[in-house]
């Protein structure tokens, strides 16, 4: 079956920086474009990032843009997302997500929490 397993969350201080994975399985990775999507406490869910298939065009939120690197690893399946200069405002749950995330054929994992707090 399908599964995407994202990783790398936890509490961190505005400034600070994390790495996140989502290691996937059960599809051909390596034909899919794929996304970061966060959701806010009490908020939808917010598209961040897209990579394409072969991991050659990237573009991010404007919420985002200049802080947070979108890449990918298809011989090791996985996805990343490298977050610095962290806000208040970036804390949500982390998906990843085949395509942008929009559309009912659109897979999504289980989500890893991001908390920036002082």
């Known amino acids: 079956e399908v599964q995407l397993v994202e990783s790398g969350g936890g509490l961190v201080q505005p400034g600070g920086s994390l790495r996140l994975s989502c290691a996937a399985s059960?599809?051909?990775?390596?034909?899919?474009?794929m996304s970061w999507v966060r959701q806010a406490p009490g908020k939808g869910p917010e598209w961040v990032s897209v990579i394409n298939s072969g991991g050659g065009s990237t573009d991010y939120a404007d919420s985002v843009k200049g802080r947070f690197t979108i890449s990918r690893d298809n011989a090791k399946n996985t996805l990343y997302l490298r977050m610095n200069s962290l806000k208040p405002e970036d804390t949500a749950v982390y998906y990843c997500?085949?395509?942008?995330?929009?559309?009912?054929?659109?897979?999504w994992g289980q989500g890893t929490q991001v908390t920036v707090s002082s």
């Open positions: 059960g599809f051909t990775f390596g034909s899919y474009d």
């Open positions: 997500a085949t395509g942008r995330g929009s559309t009912p054929d659109d897979y």
